[in-house]
């Protein structure tokens, strides 16, 4: 019953920054963590990074120093600066909640070289 929605995925050079928002649907949901996963065609989906409701976030070391996550209630944010070309995907958002993951429906990062 619960849905996300990402936005703010693009095309962008090298050396540039992207800001991607997911929201969840209706009011008053309850979340667990919340975070981010990135998939490109014929590979496993890859963690990002992620925030407990209590705030403390966890990045991959692929992506530290470059990226911020953030969270507002239910809806979880990522600001990704200096973007390489090995940052293009798909990013997908994800939220746990009564032992179940889900997902939303991903958005395209590209970044040129």
């Known amino acids: 019953q619960v849905q996300l929605m990402e936005s703010g995925g693009g095309l962008v050079q090298a050396g540039g920054s992207l800001r991607l928002s997911c929201a969840a649907s209706?009011?008053?949901?309850?979340?667990?963590?919340m975070g981010w996963y990135r998939q490109t065609p014929g590979n496993q989906r890859e963690w990002v990074a992620d925030?407990?409701?209590?705030?403390n976030a966890n990045y991959a070391d692929s992506v530290k120093g470059r990226f911020t996550i953030s969270r507002r209630w239910n809806t979880v944010s990522l600001q990704m600066n200096n973007l390489q070309p090995e940052d293009t995907a798909v990013y997908y958002c994800?939220?746990?909640?009564?032992?179940?993951?889900?997902w939303g429906q991903g958005t395209q990062v590209t970044v040129s070289s």
């Open positions: 994800n939220a746990f909640r009564a032992r179940i993951n889900y």
């Open positions: 925030i407990t409701s209590g705030g």
């Open positions: 209706g009011t008053g949901l309850t979340l667990g963590t």
